[in-house]
């Protein structure tokens, strides 16, 4: 059976409703994920990591292209660091209540005694003076009285008993932690504060972009199918995880998914505009081709009614990506230094995963991109994306599936659309059979 009048069910309040549900339950997942996978990937490394690329951005003293991309920065600077929620980053916590003399209670010690029994730790203590006497031995195999005192002096550390005690080790360990270090872990710290307002960050503008895809699918198709491509997109979206360090990645996703929208529903010249200057301060190559797809869409209907306004506005939304990369990098942050070779096509030909990823990535689109010239949107602007691959294997490593997402985005209507075609015409022969329900 096909899904018709869906929407004519409900009203439009409990569609919307249902889905902002359902989009904010799959961010938080994903969002949850992500930080599993990325900010708790080196423990209190990658939350170093993190801090510090923040404060250089902040301070315009960060590499390029990570520089150029500040929008995702400052937002987190000013808006989502001040937001009061925390995350549950599984690996920190438990690094903090083990170098926390009140995390300690009988659950953490019966633990320990579990994991790394006591005879467990007399076997090790066992091979590590084993070891010192072979050392000491083969320093001076001739004078006993030497390597008695060698023995009694290493002995005298007494580092048998943070091998037995292990909360005395880790509380040693805590006390003597730098400073810069120790923040990181502490749950109240403004570090800890920062790296949830990356998190937070994600999670917001992961549901946003979520919606969007709903909103850019049901311009073609109806509520319950748009929901399946906000959930066939969701599905997808953890493959984008495996470098997931760069911040502005939904941001960009966000503001190419919202471009699309604005555009399939005829919103003014200034919505795009503005549009096209927010993703200007996360990604503009990304927000160039988002202007390259008004073009193919508006402008060859423009010049045959000889509407040069639209030509200009839709020129125009090319021209201010290509303008506010100039200023970027030649202008704004002049002294930013790439930290990879600009032209990275050599790489990628060699580099298997460039290949294999984005065809599993895409595999979806590529199956059902027969329904382009079925849908007038489509067939009027699948041109951008030939260009834009292009683009990303001369000058960027597409083995990082993000950088790919303005595609799957664009792809996901036209995918439900086939999806939708194939089922009802399964549903059809069966009911024609007499094998429906």
């Known amino acids: ?80 660091k001040h937001i009061p929620l925390r995350w549950y980053d599984v690996f920190n916590d438990i690094v903090a209540e083990g170098l926390d003399p009140t995390g300690w209670g009988e659950g953490t010690e019966k633990s320990v005694e579990l994991f790394f029994p006591e005879e467990d730790r007399a076997v090790i203590i066992k091979e590590i003076e084993s070891t010192i006497d072979r050392i000491i031995d083969s320093f001076s195999p001739n004078n006993l009285l030497l390597r008695n005192m060698l023995k009694a002096a290493i002995d005298s550390f007494g580092w048998q008993e943070y091998i037995n005690d292990i909360e005395k080790t880790t509380m040693l360990i805590g006390k003597n932690i730098p400073g810069e270090f120790k923040v990181l872990i502490e749950k109240d710290s403004a570090e800890s504060a920062l790296v949830n307002g990356y998190v937070t960050f994600r999670f917001f503008f992961t549901a946003t972009t979520l919606l969007l895809v709903f909103l850019l699918c049901a311009q073609f198709t109806d509520a319950l199918t748009s929901l399946l491509g906000m959930s066939l997109f969701a599905a997808l979206l953890p493959m984008v995880a495996q ?51 008004y073009l193919l869409y508006k402008v060859p209907g423009a010049i045959k009614r000889r509407k040069w306004l639209s030509l200009l506005a839709g020129l125009s939304l090319v021209l ?39 065809l599993i ?60 075609e194939v089922l009802c015409h399964f549903d059809y022969d069966r009911d024609r059979k007499g094998g429906g329900s």
């Not at 895409?362 to 067939?379: E, V």
């Open 1 to 80: 059976m096909c899904f018709e009048g869906t929407t004519n069910d409900r009203s439009k309040k409990k569609v919307f409703l249902v889905v902002l549900f359902i989009a904010i339950v799959l961010s938080y997942i994903f969002t949850s994920m992500i930080l599993w996978t990325t900010e708790s990937r080196f423990l209190t490394i990658s939350r170093y990591s993190k801090v510090m690329r923040h404060r250089e951005a902040i301070d315009g003293k960060s590499f390029a292209p990570d520089q150029y991309r500040f929008g995702s920065y400052y937002l987190v600077e000013y808006i989502f």
């Open 361 to 420: 990535f895409l595999a979806i689109p590529l199956a059902f991109s027969p329904m382009i010239r079925n849908i007038d949107f489509f067939r009027k602007t699948w041109l951008w994306v030939p260009p834009f691959m292009v683009m990303n294997y001369l000058f960027a490593r597409p083995a990082e599936v993000r950088l790919l997402l303005p595609v799957l985005i664009y792809s996901v209507p036209y995918v439900v659309a086939g999806v939708k």
């Open 320 to 358: 201010i990506p290509l303008v506010a990369t100039l200023l970027l990098s030649e202008v704004i942050y002049a002294g930013s230094e790439y930290y990879l070779d600009f032209i990275q096509l050599e790489y990628n030909l060699n580099h298997p995963w460039a290949w294999i990823y984005p």
């Open 243 to 293: 470098d997931f360090m760069q911040a502005e990645t939904m941001l960009s996703a966000t503001v190419f998914a919202g471009f699309l929208v604005a555009l399939l529903k005829n919103k003014s010249y200034l919505l795009l505009l503005l549009l096209v200057l927010l993703g200007c301060t996360a990604r503009t190559d990304q927000t160039l081709f988002a202007g390259v797809i």
